[in-house]
């Protein structure tokens, strides 16, 4: 009879994140280790397989607000993570679960939290891998993402200072409604905003819970990093996102809408709202 493999988050872990999620920041630890398919070469063989939407890289050095999307560095996907330590790059593979092995890597993570997910925001939709391999000192801007995300620290250290999801201070409503309807994820970034971050370190055997669309930039430590985000989301983050997305038309015609409420606020309406309007072609 087959032995069941030692879990990747223990029952202390597990105990935190039950009492913390959907919506509050905390740190969790983690007993991936130097997993093979987390190391440099197996990252980029991968890199070079998934498809050109699927990569997304450029220069490290960047400030912590940005205007679009940097653009690439022009050196090859593959050489830039085989050469991480001195490519100066930052570089993103999204949806890992295209390749079996990385799938299947994603899947066992996210089993062992499913029912903690389950029992609070309902069924673990749309389950995605991302994986970060960062230069030394290298940033990642100010921006917001629309998943629940625990991310992995598996090599090196970062910092990533994150600001209350929900907070128009920190991301004004007409920013969350752009993006739902196709716009950026990332945010103008103002210095009299730090004092309403806070800073979570990061290093290997570490992971940090990221509620959705919570504002956050990350400095890398002095070595390079590698990092895994384990990705889902919830039928309350899809009526959120589509709250948001009716908020912008009602906003077109003239009005001022009160923003969706945070989790657990089930924002029904206006996401039914917004999704007879698209079928309407609104």
Do not use: C
Not at 4 to 21: I, L, S
Not at 182 to 199: F, Y
Request: aromatic fraction near 8%.
């Amino acid at each position: 009879m087959p032995l069941t493999p030692p879990a990747t988050f223990t029952e202390t872990a597990r105990t935190a994140f039950a009492a913390h999620y959907p919506e509050v920041p905390h740190k969790l630890a983690h007993a991936l280790g130097a997993h093979p398919l987390m190391e440099l070469e197996a990252l980029a063989r991968l890199a070079e397989a998934l498809p050109e939407a699927s990569i997304e890289y450029n220069a490290s050095e960047q400030p912590i607000g940005v205007e679009g999307k940097p653009a690439a560095t022009g050196i090859p996907i593959g050489e830039t993570i085989r050469h991480i330590e001195t490519a100066k790059s930052w570089a993103v593979l999204k949806n890992i679960e295209q390749d079996p092995a990385y799938a299947a890597l994603l899947a066992a993570l996210l089993e062992e939290i499913r029912p903690i997910i389950e029992a609070r925001t309902g069924r673990m939709l749309k389950t995605q891998g991302f994986v970060f391999i960062t230069s030394a000192g290298g940033v990642t801007p100010y921006h917001f993402d629309p998943e629940h995300n625990i991310l992995m620290q598996v090599r090196g250290a970062k910092v990533m200072t994150q600001f209350p999801a929900g907070d128009p201070a920190y991301a004004p409503d007409e920013v969350h409604e752009t993006y739902h309807t196709g716009g950026g994820r990332e945010l103008r970034w103002r210095e009299a905003m730090l004092s309403g971050g806070r800073e979570f370190a990061l290093g290997p055997g570490e992971a940090l819970y990221v509620p959705v669309m919570a504002p956050h930039f990350v400095r890398n430590g002095s070595e390079p990093s590698v990092s895994l985000s384990i990705t889902w989301r919830s039928e309350w983050s899809f009526a959120e996102a589509d709250a948001r997305a009716f908020n912008g038309l009602l906003r077109k015609w003239g009005l001022a809408p009160n923003p969706p409420g945070r989790w657990p606020a089930t924002n029904r309406a206006k996401a039914l709202g917004w999704r007879i309007a698209r079928k309407l072609g609104a």
